[in-house]
């Protein structure tokens, strides 16, 4: 027998209760979270929600003191557009146009030509015999009435000749005795359609002052992938009221100022035809054309050519078949673009003259102006040298040199590190050794990679080295005549010693102290001053040669021995200084 079926009626009917308690709770938050109407459900018992007032319009104030609200609310619709020249896609000049927020800003200077309607506020102000101050609306006959007075006409009476016509009105009654003031208060609210290929056809309220940018901005702008940007009209009763290109605004800043009405429509039309202009130009964008073919000379003025430019190629799409055109541009009056064409500006030039520069023992100008194509012979000859100067021992550094001597360096780097971070261990203690090891190589790289190169060309044969052709920004070093030797590098005392023809390398090695323990002695490397370069111990000696003793290379892993030594020896080289590990 259940336990229930002791109880009486109202006992299992509060059991109940109790046991189903969680499950309504549940229910009741899932149709009732916030203690709100249940979900996609709406009372229709409440009181319907009040709609905000829009606040009155009042500032198309030309000439008072009143001040038109700011609109807060930011176009979503409009966001920037992409920069041109960092974008892989080509995008559309005048798109850009509407990210000005013009939506945001409407227009509240004083417009002279400003013509008065119906609805519009005209402050007017009388003093001396007869005293009067109002703010009068233009009522539906275009009037408004002054006390003592009567209707004034201002119906249609430009901005400027306001106050003059309130005057002559108020003159006919007040021959003497009475000032007169009248100036337009607030211009009158309007509906507008927008409609076309925007990105957002409607109805937008705005001031009958507003300019047809700020509701073309309310409707999201033209739409940059089908709009055009050279024909949007104003409609007043199916008729063309005023017609925009917005190229000559974007280009020149010029505007027609239309004033507007209620139940006007702004239409933007469907774009027309179009080039795609790149390459050396400062303005990088597709452009739309309101010909089907125009002169080259036109969408060059919209595109604007740097200064360097000198050529255009021309890339035009014939049903299935694709042609090219290569001109000057100073010959762009007589090429014709057509719709759809694909204009590239380049700059064609052949250096004239470059420039070599003169460092070390030279007297005369450090900067000389070489014709394109002159050799190193070319270069010595025009030195000035003074007495000390060993121009047999003069030495060329060239950038591209020292940029590829930069990215070889760097790629031995890489190795290096992708070597060092990924290679496995058998044991946690070798995982250890490895961890600490790697951190070490880590450092060696981040010091390696701030060596810079000094890109000196190797001119051992002096014979063939006079032919070597120079290259812009060149640098010739002259250097003094020495009879010095530098020794550096894992050497107890680096020093600078006296040439002895009769010494050898390692003579120059005891003299500064001997090696280190932390040397290789089998890793000597001889620098030349023409730029060659010996590793051996035993080579023969010049004087201003320097000697290096590279460190030795302590690791668990040949193929890392390796790696780190040939770094080494490519610093040593090319900037000619020592980097231990």
Same mark, same amino acid.
């Given at each position: &027998?259940k336990?229930?079926?002791?109880?009486?009626?109202?006992?299992? &009917?509060l059991?109940?209760?109790?046991?189903?308690a969680?499950?309504?709770?549940r229910?009741?938050?899932?149709?009732?979270?916030?203690?709100?109407?249940?979900?996609? +459900?709406?009372d229709t018992?409440?009181t319907?929600?009040?709609?905000?007032?829009?606040p009155?319009?009042?500032?198309?104030?030309?000439?008072?003191t009143?001040q038109?609200?700011?609109? @807060?609310?930011?176009?979503?619709?409009?966001?920037?557009?992409?920069?041109?020249?960092?974008?892989?896609q080509?995008?559309m000049?005048?798109?850009?146009?509407?990210?000005?927020?013009?939506?945001?800003?409407p227009?509240?200077?004083?417009?002279?030509n400003?013509?008065?309607?119906v609805?519009?506020?005209?402050?007017?102000?009388?003093?001396g015999?007869?005293?009067?101050?109002?703010?009068q609306a233009?009522?539906?006959?275009?009037?408004?009435?002054?006390?003592?007075?009567?209707?004034?006409?201002?119906?249609?009476?430009?901005?400027?000749?306001?106050?003059?016509?309130?005057?002559?009105?108020?003159k006919?009654v007040?021959?003497?005795?009475?000032?007169?003031?009248a100036?337009?208060? #607030?211009?009158?609210?309007?509906?507008?359609?927008?409609?076309g290929?925007?990105r957002?056809?409607?109805?937008?309220?705005?001031?009958?002052?507003?300019?047809?940018?700020?509701?073309?901005?309310? #409707?999201?702008?033209?739409?940059?992938?089908?709009?055009?940007?050279?024909?949007?009209d104003?409609l007043?009763?199916g008729?063309?009221?005023?017609?925009?290109?917005?190229?000559?605004?974007?280009?020149d800043?010029?505007i027609e100022?239309?004033?507007?009405?209620?139940?006007?429509?702004?239409?933007?039309y469907?774009?027309?035809?179009?080039?795609?202009?790149?390459?050396?130009?400062?303005?990088?964008?597709?452009?739309?054309?309101?010909?089907d073919?125009?002169?080259?000379?036109?969408v060059?003025?919209?595109?604007?050519?740097?200064?360097?430019?000198?050529?255009?190629s021309?890339?035009?799409?014939?049903?299935?078949?694709?042609?090219?055109?290569y001109?000057?541009?100073s010959?762009?009056?007589?090429?014709?673009?057509?719709?759809?064409?694909?204009?590239?500006?380049t700059?064609?030039?052949?250096p004239?003259?470059?420039?070599?520069?003169?460092?070390?023992?030279?007297?005369?100008?450090?900067?000389?102006v070489m014709?394109?194509?002159a050799?190193?012979?070319?270069?010595l000859?025009?030195?000035?040298?003074?007495?000390q100067?060993?121009?047999?021992?003069?030495?060329?550094?060239?950038?591209?040199?020292?940029?590829?001597? @930069?990215? &070889?360096l760097? !790629?031995? +780097?890489?190795?290096?590190e992708?070597?060092?971070l990924?290679a496995?261990?058998?044991?946690?203690?070798e995982?250890?050794?490895?961890?600490?090891?790697?951190?070490?190589?880590?450092?060696?790289?981040?010091?390696?990679?701030?060596?810079?190169? @000094?890109g000196?060309?190797?001119?051992?044969n002096?014979?063939?080295?006079?032919?070597?052709?120079?290259?812009?920004?060149?640098?010739?070093?002259?250097?003094?005549?020495?009879?010095?030797?530098?020794?550096?590098?894992?050497?107890?005392?680096?020093?600078?010693?006296?040439?002895?023809?009769?010494?050898?390398?390692?003579?120059?090695?005891?003299?500064?102290?001997?090696?280190?323990?932390? !040397?290789?002695?089998?890793?000597?490397?001889?620098?030349?001053?023409?730029?060659?370069?010996?590793?051996?111990?035993?080579?023969?000696l010049?004087?201003?040669?320097?000697?290096m003793?590279?460190? @030795?290379?302590?690791?668990?892993?040949?193929? +890392?021995?390796?790696?780190?030594?040939?770094?080494?020896?490519?610093i040593?080289?090319s900037?000619?200084?020592?980097?231990? +590990?």
């Amino acid at each position: &027998m259940k336990f229930t079926s002791l109880l009486p009626g109202a006992g299992r &009917m509060l059991i109940l209760l109790l046991l189903c308690a969680p499950l309504l709770a549940r229910a009741q938050a899932f149709v009732d979270p916030l203690n709100t109407s249940p979900r996609g +459900l709406t009372d229709t018992t409440s009181t319907p929600r009040k709609e905000e007032p829009r606040p009155p319009a009042t500032g198309a104030s030309y000439g008072s003191t009143e001040q038109k609200p700011v609109h @807060k609310a930011v176009n979503s619709l409009s966001p920037l557009p992409p920069d041109p020249s960092s974008s892989a896609q080509p995008v559309m000049f005048g798109s850009q146009i509407f990210t000005g927020r013009f939506g945001a800003v409407p227009f509240s200077g004083f417009n002279p030509n400003y013509q008065v309607t119906v609805g519009d506020q005209i402050n007017v102000r009388m003093w001396g015999a007869f005293n009067f101050d109002a703010a009068q609306a233009v009522d539906p006959q275009g009037n408004i009435f002054i006390p003592n007075v009567g209707p004034v006409q201002v119906q249609g009476v430009r901005n400027s000749e306001l106050n003059a016509r309130v005057e002559q009105q108020v003159k006919r009654v007040f021959r003497s005795n009475v000032g007169v003031y009248a100036a337009l208060g #607030a211009a009158q609210p309007v509906k507008v359609y927008v409609t076309g290929f925007v990105r957002a056809p409607g109805l937008y309220g705005g001031l009958s002052s507003d300019s047809v940018l700020y509701y073309l901005d309310q #409707a999201g702008g033209i739409d940059p992938a089908r709009g055009s940007y050279l024909e949007v009209d104003v409609l007043r009763d199916g008729k063309v009221r005023a017609k925009f290109n917005l190229y000559r605004f974007l280009l020149d800043g010029q505007i027609e100022h239309v004033q507007l009405q209620d139940g006007d429509t702004v239409v933007a039309y469907p774009r027309k035809y179009t080039v795609q202009v790149g390459g050396e130009v400062l303005n990088p964008y597709i452009f739309e054309l309101g010909q089907d073919s125009v002169p080259a000379t036109e969408v060059l003025n919209l595109a604007r050519p740097r200064a360097g430019a000198t050529h255009m190629s021309i890339v035009r799409k014939l049903g299935a078949e694709q042609r090219s055109e290569y001109h000057p541009l100073s010959a762009a009056s007589q090429v014709t673009i057509q719709n759809g064409d694909e204009l590239t500006v380049t700059s064609d030039k052949y250096p004239g003259t470059i420039l070599v520069r003169i460092e070390g023992a030279h007297l005369g100008e450090r900067t000389l102006v070489m014709p394109y194509g002159a050799r190193l012979r070319d270069a010595l000859a025009r030195l000035k040298p003074p007495p000390q100067a060993n121009v047999a021992g003069a030495q060329l550094f060239r950038q591209s040199v020292a940029m590829q001597q @930069k990215e &070889m360096l760097e !790629a031995s +780097l890489r190795s290096l590190e992708t070597y060092a971070l990924t290679a496995r261990s058998a044991t946690s203690e070798e995982a250890a050794l490895r961890s600490r090891e790697a951190e070490h190589i880590l450092k060696f790289i981040e010091r390696a990679r701030t060596i810079q190169p @000094k890109g000196q060309v190797i001119l051992a044969n002096r014979q063939d080295a006079q032919e070597t052709l120079l290259e812009n920004g060149d640098t010739i070093h002259v250097p003094e005549q020495s009879n010095l030797v530098l020794v550096s590098g894992e050497v107890l005392f680096p020093n600078a010693l006296v040439y002895d023809a009769s010494a050898t390398t390692q003579d120059y090695i005891a003299r500064a102290g001997g090696y280190t323990q932390g !040397a290789d002695e089998a890793k000597v490397v001889v620098l030349h001053q023409d730029g060659s370069v010996a590793a051996d111990s035993d080579a023969r000696l010049q004087p201003g040669d320097q000697v290096m003793v590279l460190p @030795k290379i302590e690791a668990k892993s040949v193929e +890392l021995t390796r790696g780190i030594t040939q770094i080494l020896y490519q610093i040593a080289v090319s900037a000619k200084v020592l980097l231990g +590990l």
